[in-house]
């Protein structure tokens, strides 16, 4: 059974995430496309947030932005309360290896490499022991339920499971906050609601959770909505009747 | 320090699982470096084995000592000479008057039949005085070598070389025996030791008799003068300088024939230094045109590397980006495919050097060439292929590491 994650710590009493005034552009054949264009918005700290959209909406250039894998055209984005505007590349790299953790929807496992040494990768770039690296990639797995695979390889894990190791991934070095882009796109319904389920604790612990979807089902289990469309927020309100996962996923993995 | 080894101790260690996921590819471009490593190192090997033999035989001639040549230096300066002058009387006057010259010995040489009743042979014999072979370290170890009463009389003896006297008397002690030196009945008092050969030439294939001899039996008449010589040798005391030397000698003998300034001498001194200088002069010549060629495959083994980090690098364009949201900074990437091309070069680098340790022992022991590989060589390689690896891997890390992070995650 999942353990609860240590409570995530905050450094300031700003928002987790505020953007103001966020662009992103491209130029194509000359015609310039604003694939975010004038974002302002705040996510505090605890909030379970989905983002929504069509393809092409502008959600996943929005979340690449706060997640510090993509640079704003202009804008600004503060996680915690600082501008990333003006860091180098190598404070990016430290800031997105500290306080956030990404799940993608393809899982991005590297292959032929076990359970614990992919969910260990963030803490050789922070730096840490290979006694405490295997340590804490071994508990991360233990809490998503993946006790009995720390040596498979992605080959010989299911989907969901690949998800999970992914997730623990994510989590292994603490982070402020967890992006997941599409985190069920390659999942079936019921896998889809065990994985819906893992976000749902992780929150409850404390986690500020973010997920990219265009998925009605998917965003009705968060907190809150936002709705992207051209590049701008066409909707942001609270969820009533959230759908609640975890009693279900809790059945299927007892 | 302690977090600097362990993140190398990582690269090493996914070097060496993207090695291994694409073995195939990872040994043919091993081979590569391999060959280059394999023939620089053979190369250096064998420049050194070259420097090594002429040095060697070079020292086994008498290390430390001037040859003068009764010929007109040719270099500049009028002539008044209408041939070379040497003779022992000028040796005398060496020994004298130029400090550092333990001794000086005379060489009268021939090329004359030696007969006995069962056998014959043709041998370059040699006509000087006892000090010839303490100078040019060939002693006699039977019997006895000439001496001064020898020369003074112009005795029939022979001190015989080893080959010389194979060829004449077989197993048998030869000393005390009698040979006829074209037509003249004479004396065998010694053997000289062995020597072996220098350039395909025998050292031992030789007969030395006092000068006197030489010089009344058989080369009298080719002679410009009563008291000429064809070449001598002045041996210097250990430690002497022989550039002063050659100097001394030289103003010794311009003394003695009144050369004036302007004119040339009628003779050449060259010292033992002199040779070695050449001869390390175009050794390194050799060996510099044959590490030259060599380091041509060996920049065909770099380019190779650098072609199959640059299909890594796109291969694993998404791993990259994936590290890099996972926290990897720009220096981590660079550093991961960094370690991977020096891991590359340095596997190639290793196996090749012990093949090319193989050659070079092989060689020494079947061709009678010295190639030796020592540490120095060795450490040299493995250095050499490592910086292969960084320079060539070089840029595939760079441009990696310069990826930006969404656009390599995107990549299919």
Not at chain 1, 123 to 147: C, N, P, Q, S, V
Not at chain 2, 150 to 166: F, W
Request: proline share 4%; aromatic share 6%; glycine share 10%.
């Amino acid at each position: 059974m999942m353990a609860t994650p240590a409570t995530p710590r905050t450094t300031t009493d700003q928002p987790l995430i505020e953007t103001r005034e966020l662009v992103k552009s491209y130029n194509l054949g000359g015609e310039t496309i604003h694939a975010v264009n004038g974002v302002s918005l705040s996510i505090e700290q605890g909030e379970y947030v989905a983002i929504m959209g069509t393809s092409g909406s502008g959600k996943s250039t929005f979340m690449n932005m706060i997640g510090c894998l993509d640079v704003p055209t202009s804008g600004q984005v503060l996680i915690d309360g600082t501008p990333t505007a003006s860091m180098s590349s190598d404070e990016l790299a430290s800031l997105r290896n500290e306080k956030i953790g990404f799940v993608f929807q393809q899982f991005n496992l590297l292959a032929r490499t076990s359970s614990i040494d992919n969910v260990a990768v963030p803490l050789i770039y922070a730096g840490i022991d290979k006694t405490e690296r295997r340590e804490r990639a071994i508990a991360k797995l233990h809490d998503m339920g993946l006790g009995d695979r720390l040596l498979n390889t992605p080959a010989k894990l299911s989907g969901g499971q690949q998800q999970r190791v992914a997730i623990a991934r994510a989590l292994v070095t603490e982070p402020l906050v967890l992006l997941a882009d599409e985190p069920t796109g390659a999942l079936d319904t019921r896998t889809s609601e065990e994985i819906m389920a893992i976000f749902e604790k992780l929150n409850a612990a404390g986690i500020t959770v973010i997920v990219v979807t265009h998925e009605d089902e998917i965003a009705d289990h968060a907190k809150r909505r936002i709705e992207f469309r051209d590049g701008k927020v066409i909707e942001d309100r609270i969820v009533k009747n959230r759908t609640v996962a975890s009693a279900y996923a809790d059945a299927e993995s007892a | 320090m302690e977090k600097w080894l362990a993140s190398w101790s990582v690269n090493i260690a996914i070097a060496f699982t993207a090695l291994r996921t694409n073995l195939m590819r990872s040994i043919l471009t091993m081979l590569g470096v391999l060959i280059g490593v394999f023939a620089v190192t053979l190369a250096v090997a064998v420049g050194n084995g070259a420097q090594v033999s002429v040095m060697q035989s070079i020292n086994s001639f008498g290390s430390n000592m001037a040859i003068i040549v009764p010929e007109p230096d040719n270099e500049g300066g009028r002539r008044s000479f209408d041939r070379g002058r040497l003779t022992q009387r000028d040796l005398r006057a060496i020994e004298r008057e130029v400090p550092g010259v333990i001794a000086t010995a005379p060489q009268l040489r021939s090329t004359l039949d030696l007969v006995t009743p069962g056998a014959n042979a043709t041998t370059s014999s040699v006509g000087t005085t006892p000090g010839y072979g303490s100078i040019t370290n060939h002693p006699a170890d039977r019997g006895r070598y000439i001496t001064e009463a020898d020369v003074r009389s112009a005795a029939r003896v022979l001190v015989l070389g080893r080959t010389t006297s194979e060829t004449l008397f077989g197993e048998f002690d030869p000393v005390g025996e009698s040979v006829r030196v074209d037509g003249v009945p004479f004396q065998v008092i010694g053997l000289l030791e062995e020597k072996g050969s220098t350039f395909g030439t025998d050292n031992d294939d030789t007969a030395v008799m006092p000068i006197s001899t030489m010089r009344q039996r058989f080369v009298g008449d080719t002679l410009p003068g009563p008291d000429d010589l064809q070449l001598a040798f002045a041996g210097f005391e250990e430690g002497a300088s022989l550039v002063q030397g050659k100097i001394d000698i030289t103003n010794v003998l311009k003394d003695r024939y009144r050369v004036r300034d302007g004119e040339i001498n009628p003779f050449r001194v060259r010292t033992t230094q002199e040779f070695m200088e050449e001869s390390q002069f175009i050794t390194g010549i050799l060996q510099a045109v044959l590490v030259a060629i060599a380091s041509i495959s060996l920049l065909v083994g770099g380019i190779g590397i650098m072609n199959i980090m640059l299909v890594s690098v796109t291969e694993r364009t998404r791993e990259i980006g994936l590290r890099m949201a996972l926290g990897a900074k720009r220096s981590d990437i660079r550093n991961q495919f960094l370690v991977e091309a020096a891991v590359l070069c340095v596997l190639g680098g290793a196996v090749g050097l012990a093949l090319a340790w193989l050659a070079g022992t092989a060689l020494t022991a079947y061709a009678d060439f010295p190639v030796p590989i020592g540490l120095g060589v060795a450490i040299g390689s493995l250095i050499f292929s490592a910086v292969i690896g960084l320079a060539f891997g070089g840029y595939p890390a760079v441009r990696a590491s310069r990826l930006s992070p969404i656009e390599a995650l995107r990549t299919e």
